[in-house]
């Protein structure tokens, strides 16, 4: 089987998926596991911005700085580049759907389907909430990211 290769999705890509991407990033390197790992967004608003700094915060908090990550939209051909794309909540899996593009290949499905008692639920948007919304995300993202290191390890 080739490397694999998983993109998460929400809507804006500065709060939930850049989470998800760094803690899957992290749950990958700690289990020796090669995989590509990006995120992006359904909705185009923060293409080029730097993640909310309340999820930079969060992630701080954990050892790991995504000051550097950028916002991008989900394009056509991710549905050909990427193994896995996991979408953060079913708003947004329904728009990944209506997105494929014929022939596209990747698996497509909710991010919290990979965690054992959480199929069919979202990551909740923590865009305007407060700080311990930033603090649940985190949670939710590092379970799910243990669930597909575990899943997609050869
Ligand atoms: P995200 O959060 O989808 O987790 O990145 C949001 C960020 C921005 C907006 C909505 C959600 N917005 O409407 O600008």
């Known amino acids: 089987m080739s490397m694999p290769a998983v993109l998460l999705v929400c809507l804006g890509n500065i709060c939930r998926s850049p989470l998800a991407e760094a803690a899957l990033r992290a749950a990958a390197e700690q289990a020796g596991v090669d995989m590509a790992v990006e995120s992006a967004g359904t909705g185009d608003w923060h293409v080029g911005s730097a993640p909310d700094p309340r999820a930079q915060a969060v992630a701080l908090r954990h050892g790991i700085d995504i000051a550097g990550y950028r916002g991008r939209q989900v394009q056509a051909e991710d549905f050909h580049r990427f193994t896995h794309i996991f979408a953060l909540d079913s708003d947004?899996?329904?728009?990944?759907?209506?997105?494929?593009?014929a022939g596209g290949a990747a698996h497509l499905g909710l991010l919290m389907d990979m965690v054992p008692g959480r199929a069919g639920s979202s990551v909740?948007?923590?865009?305007?909430?407060?700080?311990?919304?930033?603090?649940?995300?985190?949670?939710?993202?590092?379970?799910?990211?243990?669930?597909?290191?575990?899943?997609?390890?050869?």
């Open 92 to 101: 947004n899996l329904r728009q990944l759907r209506r997105m494929r593009p």
């Open 124 to 154: 909740a948007d923590p865009y305007y909430g407060d700080d311990a919304g930033f603090d649940r995300t985190w949670d939710d993202v590092t379970r799910a990211a243990e669930a597909i290191v575990a899943h997609l390890s050869p």
